[in-house]
Structures are given as structure tokens and as C-alpha cells.
């Protein structure tokens, strides 16, 4: 079996995001880019199955900022190949990435019989949607999003795909098949920094030339803002004793106390 | 041409989603402001009785083929795209849902028609509908302009009303054919929710634990003080998803929904999708160390300290004003 896990970086929300000077896009400055959540455990969930039903794991990516730290990650966690596909992709949207990824994948626009393709369910800045849901359709084969556990069969895979409330949906796809994954089976695991350097001297990412796509961006942003903090929160000033006091007060007043 | 709005009907398990009011409320909104008709369409099996629930839309589309009932998003983009044809509709909504997830995706690959994503807001601005989306996990909004409105929005669960998508009375039903490929996935079973050792939902006070917690130790720290208010702990996505509490757990888009009468959110940033489960609940306190995270915008007391700090003092101080 063949394991592609499709890899995005995304801005990380931990920091402040500053919007850029055209005042339509993020101030990329002063962006720190991370792995999306939903990729770490894509390439956790193909890690589990490689150990369960062996096989390959690829680690794809279209080129960006801080891209090769999260493609050395993943070759230090045990994938077998990390490849960035080379080109200016700043002003690509979702639809144009998967364009470039269905042609690496399948030059000849048939993906073949054992091979699967991980990546997230959603990122919180697909503005035109998902990837997922794209590239199966440029690929002719079926997709599943929010998935949370994959148990592998011979000719299709059972999946569970989470709905809401708790309530889970099983279903079985037929191979090759893309999945966009929510969670892995089991949390991601954690590489030790040296274990990183490590591969950072040994191992090689791949750079492949990617093929521009067609497909165009079909909207444009015309304001990107920070929200105005309507109904902001009654703040409880003061060090720890004094904000403790104050939470206690407020439990009291609510007669939750 | 009607250049009408079309609502793509979410419903599971035989009940209409609540997505769907949230959309036919917005949808009738910007359908009046446009004058333009609304419609909806459903598909799936029994869709008459679903479909006469929708006394919003001015008239509704009934695809009646038990097939089409938790099929992928490419078939149902498929139906969805016959539909708009036949109609000659401008703009369609559909939920941003995990059910509906990839539908308006398939549907823009298709028809190369913009989609809109994270859709909180939106109204008509010189005959152009202006979408506000909200990205990066409720930090950035990002408005869009659809020209003509024609395009594609993806609906925000829990950002419009849905009461206001509610009008009891007969819409006009009209049974529509369209042929779709039988789906090569395979719906098995549902898999209920776990209800776990305690039901999240039916507490009145639940401490919730996010990112923030740093680690399934400091978990315990939370037990304590739930423990001295005569609570519950709960969690955000991520730490359930390390594993630091089982998934009956979760609050949120996937998770549960909560209605307690105090909700104590500690390191938990108020990402849309969390801030869906917990919205109703009666009393927030958020305690975040960045005074700039979204869930101060929701919760009615905020504190900025550190959580970890807070907690042992918080519950020594609950314990002894109890006695
Ligand atoms: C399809 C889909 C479904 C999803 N379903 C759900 C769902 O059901 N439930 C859910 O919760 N999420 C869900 N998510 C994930 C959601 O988008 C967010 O990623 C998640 O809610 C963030 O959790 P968090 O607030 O704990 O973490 P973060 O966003 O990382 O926030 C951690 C916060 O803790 C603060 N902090 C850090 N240290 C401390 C400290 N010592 N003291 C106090 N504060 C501190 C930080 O300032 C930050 O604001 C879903 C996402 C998708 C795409």
C-alpha cells in the first residue's frame, strides 16, 4: 500500500495575526507558520497503518514558508519520503491546489489500485473550501472527510466519519480513495528536536517541479479585518489570589455557590 | 432565469438539521432583499414530510431517492448541480457542516463558481451579496464580494438565527427527477454517542479544559475544582484528541452540545467550532492568558491569568467558601 498525506501550513493562532498593508490578506511578517492540526494526525493515521498492514508512506507538500521543517518532522517520525512541489503557490486557492497535487499524484489521471491519500478535513483558512473533496473528484475516486478511525481491507477501507453530537457514521470506500482525516487514531506522536537534526542531515526532501494549475482563484477578498470586540467579557482584573476571589464572587452572586 | 437563492436541505436521520432553518432564514433575507424566490431542495428518502417543514422557501425541490440519503458530497454535489441548472439559480447554500462537508466544494470544482467559506455574516450590497467569513479560528473576519450574487456560501452552524428560518404553512412542493451514478461508498451503521462514566450534558456546572492545560497532569487540577463545585470536567478538540480524556467529553462542533449553568473555560481559545457547543450555556467565565482570544467575546467574565495558577487557588477558595 501506498500512503500520500497531503501536508499545508497554516498561520499559527497562538500569535497575534496582523492583517498586511493591502488590508485583504494576513501580514505574512508577521505570520509564524505551523503544520494544520488536522495534517499532524493525517500523518499519524498513515504512520498507524504502515505499522498495521505495512506499506509507504510520501509526505507531500506544495512549497511555502517553514514547509521543509514540517516535511524533516515527518521523516523523523518514520515516513519514508517528503517531497515539496517547487513553484509560486502564494495565490492559489484550494481548488488550484488540488489541481497540483491530482498532477503529481496521477500524471496520467489514474491513481493506482493500492494507494490511499490522507490530508486534513479543513483548515481554518480554506476560504475556498476544501481540498479533499477536489482532488478526489479531479481524480475519479471517492472521498471521505472528517474521518477518525480507518480499519484497512484488501480491496476497500471501513472508515468513521464523525457527524455531531457524538453520533459517528461507519461507511466502507473502495481503494484508492481520499480521506480527510479529523483525528488519528491515537495522538500524534512526539519526535525529540535532535531526532529532527537528525534527519536534517541524513535524509532528503524531494523537489519535484509542480505543474501550475488552471484552475484560478474565483473570488477575491476585498476586506480582511480583525473582529471589533462587541460583548466583550467583564474582565476580573488582579493577581491570581485577587482574580480568584472575584470568580468566587461572581459563582456566588449566580447562586452556583 | 430566476437568479433565485437555492438552500441544500441538511437532514440526518430522518430530522431536518437545524442548519437548515439558520439558512432558510438568511436565504429569505437576502431572497426579499433581492427579489429573488427561494427555494430549497431535499433529497433522500421520505423528503415530502421533511420537505413541507420548510414553509420559509417559496417553493421546494423533493428528490425523492433513498440512495441519495448520507451519500458522498460528489453525489449529492451532483443532484445539487442539476438543480441549479434547472432552476437557473444565482447563489446556493449549504451548511458548513460536518454532513455537508465538501458538497459546495464539488459543486464550485464543478461549476467554477466562487465559494465562500465560514460564512458568519452576509448581506446585499448594490445587488452583490457580501459574505463575512470567518477565518483562523474566529480571530479574522474576510469579506467577499459574490457579483450578481451568484456563487456559492458555505453557512456557519450557530451564526444566524435559526427561529428566523422557521414559518410553519405549506410551501409548494415539487417533485424534481434527476439520475445520479449509485455512490461507490457504502453507509454501514451510526455509531451511537458514548455517554461515557458522565453526561456532559446533563450537568449544571461543567469545567472546561483546553489546549491550554498543557498537560493530561494538570487535567487533575481541573477534577479538583469541578469536584468542589459539583461539576463536571470537559474538554476542547485537542485535548481529547492527545487522549487526556475520553471523547464523551467534547464540547463543541463534533462533540457535544452544553447548556450548564456555568461554563468555566480555562486555556480554551473559543474556536468557532468549540464555541457551537457551548454557546447556550447560562453563565461563561473564560480565563485565557491572551487577552486578545475570541472567547472573550462571547463569555460574560473573562480573566487573563494563567490558568494553571489560577486553578489550585480557585479550588482551595470555592472549598472554603462552602465550608
Ligand atoms: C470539522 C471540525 C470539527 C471540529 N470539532 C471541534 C469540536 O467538536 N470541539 C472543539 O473544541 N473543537 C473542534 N474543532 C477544532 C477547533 O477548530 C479548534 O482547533 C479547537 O477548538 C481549539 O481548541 P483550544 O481552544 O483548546 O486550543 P487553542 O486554539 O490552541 O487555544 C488554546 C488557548 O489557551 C490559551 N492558553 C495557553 N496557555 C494558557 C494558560 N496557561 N492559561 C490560560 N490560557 C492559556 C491560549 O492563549 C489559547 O487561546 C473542530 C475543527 C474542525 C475543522
Known sequence: MKYYVLIKMVPDTVEELIIGADGKSLDTDAVRPKLADSDEHAIEEALLLKEKIGGDVAVVALESPEVEDALFTALAKGVNQAVKLTGDWSQLGSLGAAQVFAQYLAPDGQLSADTMVLLRSQAYDDLEGEIGPCLAEKLGVPFVGVVTRIVPGAQEVKVTKEFAGGLRGEFVVPLPCVLGIQSAEKPPRYVPIAKVRAAQKTAKIEEVEGVAPEAQRAYEVERMYLPEAAGRAQMLEGSVEEVADKVVEVLAQNSLL | ?323
Open chain 2, 1 to 323: 432565469m430566476s437568479q433565485g437563492i437555492l438552500i441544500w436541505t441538511e437532514h440526518l436521520r430522518g430530522q431536518i438539521s437545524e442548519i437548515t432553518f439558520e439558512m432558510l432564514g438568511l436565504g429569505r433575507q437576502l431572497a426579499d432583499a433581492l427579489k429573488v424566490p427561494l427555494t430549497a431542495a431535499v433529497a433522500g428518502a421520505n423528503v415530502t414530510a421533511l420537505g413541507s417543514q420548510l414553509g420559509m422557501a417559496d417553493k421546494v425541490l423533493l428528490v425523492e431517492n433513498p440512495a441519495l440519503t448520507l451519500a458522498t458530497a460528489a453525489t449529492q454535489a451532483s443532484v445539487l448541480q442539476e438543480l441549479l441548472h434547472q432552476e437557473q439559480a444565482a447563489l446556493v447554500l449549504v451548511g458548513g457542516t460536518n454532513v455537508s462537508l465538501g458538497v459546495g466544494t464539488v459543486l464550485a470544482a464543478r461549476t467554477r463558481l466562487p465559494y465562500i467559506n465560514f460564512c458568519k455574516a452576509a448581506r446585499v450590497e448594490d445587488g452583490a451579496v457580501v459574505a463575512t467569513s470567518q477565518l483562523f479560528g474566529g480571530k479574522v473576519l474576510a469579506d467577499t464580494r459574490l457579483a450578481e450574487h451568484r456563487g456559492i456560501i458555505s453557512v456557519y452552524p450557530g451564526a444566524f438565527p435559526a427561529e428566523a428560518g422557521r414559518r410553519a404553512g405549506s410551501p409548494q412542493l415539487i417533485p424534481a427527477a434527476v439520475e445520479v451514478a449509485p455512490s461507490p461508498v457504502k453507509f454501514v451503521q451510526f455509531i451511537e454517542p458514548e455517554t461515557g462514566d458522565v453526561d456532559i450534558t446533563k450537568q449544571d456546572v461543567l469545567v472546561a479544559v483546553g489546549r491550554g492545560i498543557q498537560s493530561q497532569d494538570n487535567v487533575a487540577l481541573a477534577e479538583e475544582l469541578a469536584a468542589a463545585l459539583g461539576g463536571a470536567v470537559c474538554a476542547s478538540r485537542p485535548v481529547i484528541d492527545q487522549g487526556w480524556l475520553p471523547l464523551s467529553r467534547q464540547v463543541g462542533k463534533s462533540g457535544m452540545t452544553v447548556k450548564p449553568r456555568l461554563y468555566l473555560a480555562l486555556g480554551i481559545s473559543g474556536a468557532p467550532e468549540h464555541w457551537e457547543g457551548m454557546q447556550g450555556s447560562r453563565l461563561i467565565v473564560a480565563v485565557n492568558t491572551d487577552p486578545k482570544a475570541p472567547i472573550f467575546d462571547g463569555a460574560h467574565y473573562g480573566a487573563t491569568v494563567d490558568a494553571l495558577d489560577l486553578l489550585p487557588v480557585l479550588t482551595e477558595k470555592v472549598k472554603a467558601r462552602k465550608g
